[in-house]
């Protein structure tokens, strides 16, 4: 038995901040102080939230530190683990009662209104045991459906749950398992969509660094519904730990005889190979991942045939996301009535959110369907940093559109979502404050999908391209009121005549950013002022003449020689030569060059 | 558009060889079907990128037109037909860095070591990439170079990261 157990977060975001040498770090300092049969260093995945990695949690107290350096590892070891005091100096804000004692996680702010079912195991387990997996009831639902449950059974229960799509469509996942089991054929496929290309979407790799074994199941349960025998999962080869941490986890599954022939001695046979992405964020459509997989530039098929009846290598197959799988367990442990108690009417269960940009606590939260944005923004992020104004907040990435402040009080689930001109996509949700500019977050997303488009339809290949030519327009201050109109009517027209999900909602954050945010475009058109100050042309640097104390530095530094003035007096910038690079702006010591 | 850069392919027999190894293992896991992404990324693995003559070694190896494996390796962001360089630079422009001011950055770079995205230096020290977003948006604006990783990094800190690697 072990008095203590050291967890130390292994996810993407904490291992960027060297959570791996805090972990090396912790096993040296045991090793050496004889304490290896006491205290237990585990490595786990995702505690969600990231913005205050790396991160590691003291079991029994229950101590969770944060932003945990090399160097803090004697003091941990010397005065927690030695000596039995907390290093509060370390302890997560948050955590530290007004008694000075320590609160439970799960009531901080933070964690207090989420709920985690397709998390559940994140920062909990070590991912790269299986053992541990099993210990969380992890094969459980495997166990019972091949034994106690028809194919039938399984789809029942998966319907009757609620449960929808997490990629993003939100398309009745039991409704899909049904198509793929009415289809005749002896050879299925079941796939998993792990190709999370949604910029700041990151939860899929989240799920899949620290509970590979849950997707695993969930894809063997799926394949025993509708008569698979074989399964892949196509995951970005950028994602190299969920790459590694699958890995060990489908040679796991395979030695323990959950993966492969005959399992639970059920007759039942399946098999799981991993295909990596190459990077196309097209290949997220469920007809392009499964040319992709073919080894085929990923260029999406029309539908009909769906895959149900025609996909992978022109056999019946089903596709999921990862967080949906991951749900998929613990309904068929818990119950249909169990998961359908959670969330709205139309949205049963939890989604996961990946907070991100102008936010205190950035990182990973899931929470009931139905919850508001405020809630999320405010009471579970904190709000956005340095007091600055909540100005809206976009979700569905590329296809997604934003959301204005006064809105924030919406219930977040599929259908309100679309009702607002945005979408829950994967489930990226990115603040914004009052410094950046609609119409150039808009650009940003189209310049994505025209790198992004596959050039199949011409609508989208060059519609794209010809809406991003236009918001170009509008930042460089040279649009006219005119152009406004034909970009909402070009933004119909690649909707109406695309293919795939790209092409029909690449226009939506323009779309959603033209209805809440209009003035702010004009604003660029009519008055060639950028009201946030973000986009470069319309830009005009001027000196403060109280505040200039004459010290030359912006002039020497100006490279166009754009300032002038005479020591110790104000300068001023002759705004017909300054090319706007904000160089004096950055040299100014005090403060006396602003943007207007 | 990526410049090009005129370094004659010197690849070596060893790397064919090793090639011709790999692309056979991946054959029999395979079961034959569905393999040039991974023949792709195994030949960028051992060449570093795949030039002409590379392409027309898997072409040849799978039997299928050079033109088939040049429409796969010119459609994903993950192959470049042009060498990388000893430091690959990437800077995250997923929309939490973007937000958060990773478009400066990026800017910074290409302005310090005069290329574009993409692009490679003349001497083959140093690559720029806009990528993806790769997942620690805590840490947002975030830059890579190789496998070190900046986080909440600011246009005035690339010279002093950048002086590390020259």
Redesign the interface.
């Known amino acids: 038995m072990f008095r203590s157990h050291i967890l130390v977060c292994g996810g993407?975001?904490c291992t960027?901040?060297n959570s791996m040498k805090v972990y090396d770090a912790l096993v040296d300092r045991i090793r050496k102080e004889g304490l290896e049969n006491e205290v237990h260093v585990t490595k786990t995945g995702c505690f969600g939230l990231?913005?205050?990695?790396p991160i590691m949690i003291v079991y029994p107290e229950g101590a969770f530190y944060s932003q945990v350096k090399v160097e803090d590892v004697d003091e941990i070891i010397n005065e927690h683990i030695i000596k039995g005091r907390i290093v509060t100096r370390l302890l997560y804000k948050e955590t530290v009662g007004e008694d000075g004692g320590i609160k439970a996680l799960n009531d901080t702010n933070f964690y207090k209104k989420q709920h985690r079912v397709a998390l559940r195991n994140c920062g909990v387990i070590n991912p790269e045991k299986i053992e541990e997996y099993i210990a969380y009831d992890g094969y459980e639902a495997l166990g019972k459906v091949l034994t106690e449950m028809t194919p039938q059974d399984v789809i029942d229960v998966i319907s009757k749950s609620g449960l929808r799509g997490r990629g993003g469509a939100g398309f009745p996942t039991g409704r899909k398992w049904q198509f793929a089991k009415n289809s005749p054929g002896n050879k299925k496929y079941v796939c998993c969509n792990a190709d999370e290309?949604?910029?700041?979407?990151?939860m899929d790799?989240s799920i899949l660094e620290g509970d590979p074994h849950a997707v695993i199941e969930a894809m063997a349960i799926a394949a025993y519904a509708i008569g698979a025998d074989q399964g892949y999962i196509y995951v970005r080869?950028?994602?190299p730990i969920a790459v590694q941490r699958l890995t060990i986890a489908i040679r796991q599954a395979r030695e323990y005889g959950l993966l492969g022939k005959n399992i639970f001695n059920s007759g039942f046979n399946f098999d799981l190979d991993i295909?990596?992405?190459?990077?196309?964020?097209v290949c997220g459509e469920e007809t392009a991942l499964m040319t992709?997989?073919?080894?085929?530039?990923?260029e999406p098929r029309p539908r009909p045939p769906f895959p149900a009846v025609k996909g992978l290598?022109g056999k019946p197959t089903i596709l999921n996301n990862v967080e949906t799988y991951a749900n998929v367990p613990q309904i068929i442990l818990k119950g249909a009535d169990w998961f359908a108690s959670m969330g709205t009417e139309k949205s049963r269960g939890t989604k996961v959110f990946?907070l991100?940009?102008?936010i205190h606590n950035?990182?990973l939260v899931e929470i009931p369907m139905g919850t508001t944005m405020r809630e999320i923004i405010y009471d579970i992020g904190g709000g956005c940093p340095n007091g600055k104004k909540f100005k809206a907040a976009?979700t569905g990435?590329p296809s997604g559109g934003c959301i204005p402040a006064h809105l924030i009080d919406t219930p977040i689930d599929y259908d309100n979502l679309i009702a607002i001109g945005s979408m829950m996509g994967s489930g990226?949700l990115?603040v914004?404050d009052e410094d950046?500019c609609m119409v150039d977050?808009a650009k940003?997303?189209l310049e994505f999908t025209v790198d992004e488009s596959?050039g199949k339809c011409t609508a989208c290949r060059i519609g794209t391209k010809r809406l991003y030519e236009m918001l170009c327009k509008v930042t460089d201050g040279t649009a006219t009121m005119e152009d406004l109109d034909k970009m909402e009517e070009l933004c119909h027209y690649i909707k109406e005549n695309s293919l795939c999900g790209l092409g029909q909602t690449a226009p939506n954050p323009v779309l959603s950013t033209l209805h809440y945010f209009r003035d702010e475009y004009e604003a660029h058109v009519r008055d060639k002022r950028c009201p946030a100050g973000v986009c470069k042309k319309l830009l005009r640097y001027q000196i403060v003449a109280d505040k200039c104390k004459g010290c030359t530095l912006c002039a020497r530094n100006c490279p166009v020689g754009a300032i002038s003035g005479t020591v110790k007096e104000p300068h001023v910038i002759d705004a017909s030569k300054c090319i706007k690079c904000g160089v004096c702006m950055?040299k100014c010591k005090f403060g006396a060059i602003i943007k207007a | 558009m990526a410049k090009k850069i005129d370094v004659p392919f010197n690849g070596t027999k060893e790397q064919e060889e090793r090639l011709k190894r790999e692309l056979a293992a991946l054959r029999k896991e395979h079961g034959g079907k569905g393999l040039m992404i991974a023949s792709l990324q195994k030949a960028q693995e051992i060449y570093g990128y795949l030039p002409a003559p590379v392409q027309q070694m898997i072409a040849d190896e799978l039997g299928v037109s050079l033109a088939e494996v040049y429409g796969v390796a010119t459609f994903y962001a993950q192959f470049s037909l042009y060498p990388k360089g000893q430091y690959k630079i990437g800077v995250c422009l997923g929309t939490a860095c973007y937000v958060k001011g990773s478009g400066d950055v990026y800017k910074k770079i290409c302005d310090t070591l005069k290329i574009e995205g993409g692009q490679c230096t003349d001497d083959l020290k140093f690559s720029l990439d806009a990528t993806r977003c790769i997942g620690c948006c805590g840490l947002a604006p975030v830059m890579t170079v190789n496998d070190d990783v900046y986080g909440k990094v600011t246009p005035d800190e690339i010279e002093g990261i950048l002086a590390k690697y020259n």
């Open positions: 993407t975001g960027s901040g990231c913005a205050l990695g290309g949604d910029p700041g979407a990151f790799r080869a950028e994602y295909r990596l992405g190459a990077g196309a964020f992709s997989i073919e080894g085929h530039r990923g290598f990946a991100g940009g102008k950035t990182g976009q990435g990226g990115i914004m950046n977050i940003f997303f596959c950055e």
